[in-house]
């Protein structure tokens, strides 16, 4: 069956989940906003971003090729009771609602793609009804692999959508300019959903689990490849989405609560490939949709048997009427995707939720990160793979850094984005301080945490 392909182009395609995890209506939506905003201003997050989930990503597959276990299980072996299995049962708990969070923003993103497609009001309705309970027929019935890759090419139709308008329109001036790191005004909760949505902390634990039995040249292959398409995809709908500013931006600084809707895209979409180019927009959007809304319940389910030691298979002495193995797996999965319609079916603010959902998820990257980082430098973790995972250390270092300041940015900086000047001015930069403070007390703290777990004092 797969002898049109090679070992390699498998390999590469089997990593490029990790892409369709990520590349949603949400993430559409979002890259879009950044550009009608502000045009190439914020390339810098998409960049920084895409350098994280790498040195993330393949930080986690070295770990489980060297480690001999998932990020998931690390862990787990690392806090067997007492305070430590309350933090991760905590860090599970967290993992489940960024889950929750990112599959929201997939169905909010997937009904703005069904209101371009009809005007029909009860076909709307129909399609936000059933698309949940489509999910999870294909969950139980266990067709995801076939219908994802499916699904997969039509969202492919949405990259050479995207080209063909940066093709057919240019680049803006000065785009290249845009990876100088800068904040225009009101831009901090943007710059936090455009770096959450291409660094997406499950993809950690998802990646870490597709590198069981692999090689660590193929995983670095394969995660290289799935986080280059990633950066392109989120660039080039972020040019797209720039192309809308003309018409939306104005609007937008002059009234607050104007916000950027997809209509705004499709409507560029309209002017270069008529409704054609609408209506292949408006499919692309619902394939993504469903094939994301598919995979993050997956690499859930993946997550929580790691962190908490459940079967869904069971092992050799376990019982075979094990709970999880026989229904709580399917549940878990179907309760995240019809959580998930809620904001949908609420008719909520489409891009209040997604960049709600890409909050919970900046804020969730760090610990996950963290986690990372002490499990690779356990020595009983990594035995005689120590050395090999301690030269992670300073591309690893960088993007902690940059996990730390982006949920700090949050909590602290704030009052950042109220000015009406660029935060490169002097007094904004000083709004800067507590979150710049907050990212060297985390980094500090997981410095003394990796010691004792390079001395096995964990």
Request: proline share 5%; glycine share 12%.
């Amino acid at each position: 069956a797969h002898g049109f392909m090679t070992a390699r182009t498998r390999n590469i395609l089997k990593y490029c989940v990790l892409t369709a995890s990520t590349i949603g209506p949400g993430s559409v939506a979002m890259c879009a906003k950044a550009g009608a905003d502000y045009g190439h201003r914020l390339v810098w997050c998409v960049a920084v971003a895409v350098a994280v989930a790498w040195s993330l990503q393949d930080a986690a597959g070295r770990l489980t090729i060297e480690g001999k276990r998932s990020l998931g299980q690390a862990i787990r072996d690392l806090s067997p009771s007492g305070a430590k299995a309350v933090a991760r049962h905590a860090l599970t708990l967290f993992v489940l609602a960024g889950s929750v969070a990112y599959e929201c923003n997939i169905f909010s993103g997937v009904a703005s793609g069904v209101e371009l497609l009809t005007d029909e009001s009860a076909i709307r309705l129909a399609f936000l009804w059933l698309n949940g309970p489509l999910c999870c027929a294909l969950l139980l019935a266990g067709s995801t692999d076939a219908v994802s890759a499916a699904l997969g090419v039509v969202a492919f139709m949405l990259a050479v959508l995207f080209g063909a308008v940066v093709a057919a329109c240019g680049l803006q001036p000065g785009f290249v300019s845009g990876l100088v790191p800068s904040f225009p005004p009101k831009s901090v909760p943007d710059a936090l959903g455009l770096m959450g949505t291409t660094a997406v902390p499950l993809n950690l634990l998802l990646g870490s689990a597709i590198a069981k039995g692999g090689t660590v040249a193929a995983m670095r292959e394969g995660v290289a490849a799935a986080s280059l398409l990633t950066g392109l995809l989120s660039l080039l709908i972020l040019a797209a989405g720039a192309e809308a500013s003309p018409t939306f931006a104005p609007v937008h600084l002059a009234d607050e609560t104007a916000s950027f809707e997809l209509r705004h895209l499709a409507e560029v979409l309209q002017r270069i490939g008529g409704s054609a180019g609408v209506s292949c927009f408006a499919v692309g959007l619902y394939g993504a949709g469903i094939s994301s809304a598919l995979t993050v319940p997956l690499g859930s389910a993946l997550a929580v048997e790691d962190l908490l030691g459940w079967r869904a298979t069971p092992q050799p002495g376990e019982k075979r009427g094990a709970s999880w193995a026989t229904g709580g797996r399917a549940c878990l999965q179907c309760a995240i995707v019809l959580l998930g319609m809620v904001p949908s079916l609420l008719r909520l603010p489409t891009m209040g939720v997604i960049i709600a959902a890409q909050i919970v998820n900046g804020l969730l990257l760090p610990f996950v990160s963290a986690s990372l980082a002490i499990c690779l430098n356990d020595r009983g973790i990594m035995g005689a793979a120590l050395p090999a995972a301690a030269g992670l250390l300073p591309t690893l270092a960088p993007s902690l850094a940059a996990s730390f300041f982006l949920a700090s940015m949050v909590l602290f900086g704030r009052s950042a984005d109220d000015g009406d000047s660029d935060l490169e001015q002097g007094e904004a930069v000083t709004s800067l301080v507590p979150a710049a403070g907050a990212t060297v007390a985390g980094l500090a703290a997981v410095a003394v945490l990796v010691r004792r777990a390079r001395r096995g004092a964990w």
